[in-house]
């Protein structure tokens, strides 16, 4: 396969010395504008890959950089031909339709859709019957995904604008979520796999491409905005991807690193040998079938403000993710001392003491409701 040189998925020069900042430093909602920033120039240009005047554009079936690259990534020339002139802008990772099975009358969401070139790719597999749903946070890229849906006379797609780490997606009416190279470029890639978790129907699946870490980034690499935004610098680990998804409650988790891509990858930075350190991963996982048992959940205290608050905010939040919860408040001090809590309110979920004292963070609910 033919080698190209470009410098996907960042197409913007890679930054000089200047330009370097610590990862610590910047806050995620610093990431996310530098990743809508990037994303949205890409969205504008006429020759999206942003590798030169001669080289993109990619033309639906036509040789291009992107059309390489999509048929590096697994793609069939057939599938180029399939989608709208200008959906494919070259900036995936994987196939993640090669892992969906893809099936008439499904509900997709795409997360970080982009121009939409899977999208309307599972729009073809899903047919009139099913559904296709794109959520990016870029409105440069939405705009373009739906002048795209447009040409293509896509009725069954729609683009949503939108953060993946809050889906604007109602919950259990998904069957399949694909994502192609985004989460990486999440600052909370947790709260993505609890909300992916919240949206899908029980059995519902992932089939995501995405890039992981294999190896500690050097710290140059680490504190290289450019190489975030460029899908790099912010890859978790396979164990960490893991268990993340484990703890948001999925299940048959099978996470597939493709060795082969170090190729590709090694043209996105050329001189940072950034393919020892990722590579891009499958990412597949099931949300269970079956109904979640009920949550047994006692809030201690003496009826305080506080255990009130306690209360209040676990039931909402189990409600919010579809978690079926029984709740007690326990005053009595004996029972209280004999959970070991001295300060309250207390939190005991199914026997166990998981809080002591202060009203529990939000996130923190979350996830004892994802165990
Ligand atoms: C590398 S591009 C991939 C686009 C598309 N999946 C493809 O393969 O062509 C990343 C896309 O994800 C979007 N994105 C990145 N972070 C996001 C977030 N936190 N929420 C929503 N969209 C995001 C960007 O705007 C961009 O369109």
Redesign the pocket.
């Known amino acids: 396969m033919k080698q190209n040189s470009l410098p996907h ?1 960042n197409p913007l020069p890679l930054k000089g010395e200047g330009d370097v900042v610590s990862r610590r430093d910047v806050r995620s909602d610093e990431l ?1 504008q530098a ?2 920033q990037t ?1 949205g120039q890409i ?1 504008q240009q006429d020759n999206a890959c942003g590798c030169g005047p001669s080289c993109c554009t990619p033309t639906a079936g036509t040789p291009g950089p992107a059309a390489d690259v999509a048929l590096q990534l697994g793609y069939a020339a057939a599938d180029l031909a399939l989608v709208p002139e200008g959906a ?2 070259g ?2 990772c994987g196939n993640p339709q090669a892992i969906a099975a893809l099936k008439p009358g499904e509900t997709v969401l ?6 939409g ?2 999208c309307f790719l599972a729009a073809r597999a899903v047919g009139e019957t099913g559904r296709v749903i794109g ?4 409105h440069e ?1 939405l705009a373009r995904a739906r002048a795209n849906a447009q040409q293509g006379g896509f009725a069954n797609v729609e683009f949503r604008l ?4 809050h889906l604007p997606v109602a919950d259990a009416s998904v069957d399949v979520i694909l ?4 989460i990486n ?2 600052p909370d890639k947790a709260q993505v796999f609890r909300e992916a978790y919240r949206v899908l129907k029980p059995g519902g699946r992932l089939a995501i491409s995405d890039i992981v870490r294999t190896a500690e980034l050097p710290e140059a690499v680490q504190q290289d905005l450019a190489l975030y935004t460029g ?1 790099m610098a912010g890859a978790s680990l396979i164990e960490e991807v893991q268990a993340m998804l484990r703890e948001a409650g999925f299940e048959a988790i099978r996470i597939a690193p493709k060795d082969v891509s170090r190729e590709f990858i090694r043209t996105w930075a050329p001189g940072h040998r950034i393919e020892d350190y990722v590579v891009s991963a499958s990412i597949e996982a099931v949300k269970p079938k079956g109904e979640p048992r009920m949550k047994e959940i006692k809030v201690l205290g003496s009826g305080c403000a506080n255990c009130e608050t306690t209360a209040k905010l676990i039931a909402e939040v189990a409600q919010a993710k579809g978690v079926e919860v029984a709740i007690e408040k326990v005053q009595d001090m004996g029972a209280i001392l004999g959970y070991g809590v001295m300060s309250t309110p207390g939190v005991v979920i199914d026997g166990k003491v998981v809080h002591a004292g202060g009203v529990p963070d939000r996130k923190k609910i979350e996830q004892w409701l994802s165990a």
């Open positions: 998925p996310r990743v809508r994303y969205a494919n802008l900036l995936g795409d997360l970080g859709s982009g121009a070139f899977d959520v990016d946070m870029t890229m939108g953060e993946i780490e994502s192609n190279c985004v470029l999440s899908c």
